[in-house]
């Protein structure tokens, strides 16, 4: 199966701040790649999808980047709503398969 | 507005059944396939299963190939998902997502129930 790490695992930073965060795919996975928001006791937002693509009524200080085995999401200038873990997903190959996640805390 | 409500969980013994549901609404249900996705307390997404809109194609994990089983009623907007052979391991909270695009499965999970806890334990 396709292995997917993320960096850092926890990202501490102060709102107004640009976070960058990172997703590694142990094969290509062409530009088949999802980043996804999850809030304590909530479920899993989608965010962007196909690398780069925001999904519907994700704002547009989040965006996506990459290809191949190395991808980004870039939040341009956090908001207090922003802190929260963040994974990434592939859909390349079967299984579908998650990154273990990066949390970004305030600092 | 589209709505997915899991039901279903709870404490069930090792070796033991239990079957999960998930009631759709808010979009053209038999046009989108329906995935399982879990997270054990503490820890990351496991994508588990997904059925087509038409149930010709499921696709499972390796960690429940075997052992779990999904299903849908077309006719009630409802998804299942039998789990038999419960493990400690298979303790997280079931969520019911939808694939984001019409046709055969895609992969990316754009709407997300509010998920059911299964607890497996003696």
Redesign the interface.
């Known amino acids: 199966?396709i292995v997917l790490t993320q960096s850092p695992a926890t990202l501490s930073l102060s709102p107004g701040e640009r976070a960058t965060l990172s997703c590694r795919a142990s094969q290509s996975v062409t530009n088949?790649l999802?980043w996804?928001q999850?809030k304590p006791g909530q479920?899993?937002?989608?965010l962007i999808?196909d690398s780069s693509n925001r999904?519907?009524g994700i704002p547009a200080r989040f965006s996506g980047s990459g290809s191949g085995t190395g991808f980004t999401l870039t939040i341009s200038s956090l908001e207090a709503e922003d802190f929260a873990v963040y994974?990434c997903?592939q859909?390349s190959k079967?299984?579908?398969?998650?990154?273990?996640?990066t949390k970004v805390d305030i600092k | 507005q589209v709505q997915l409500v899991e039901s279903g969980g709870g404490v069930v013994q090792p070796g033991r059944s239990l079957r999960l549901s998930c009631a759709a609404s808010g979009f053209t249900f038999i046009s989108f396939g329906i995935h399982w996705?879990r997270q054990a307390p503490g820890k990351?997404?496991?994508?588990v299963a997904v059925i087509s809109y038409d149930e010709t194609n499921k696709?499972?994990?390796?960690s429940v190939k075997g052992r779990f089983t999904i299903s849908r009623d077309n006719s009630k907007n409802t998804v299942y998902l039998q789990m038999n052979s419960l493990r400690a391991e298979d303790t997280a909270v079931y969520?019911c997502t939808k694939d984001?695009l019409a046709g055969d499965p895609?992969?990316?999970?754009?709407y997300?129930?509010?998920?059911t806890l299964v607890t497996v334990s003696s």
């Open positions: 199966e088949y999802a996804y999850q479920a899993p937002r989608l999808f999904a519907t994974y997903q859909r079967w299984p579908f398969t998650f990154g273990p996640g | 996705v990351g997404l496991e994508w696709y499972y994990a390796d969520y984001h895609a992969g990316y999970f754009d997300w129930g509010q998920g």
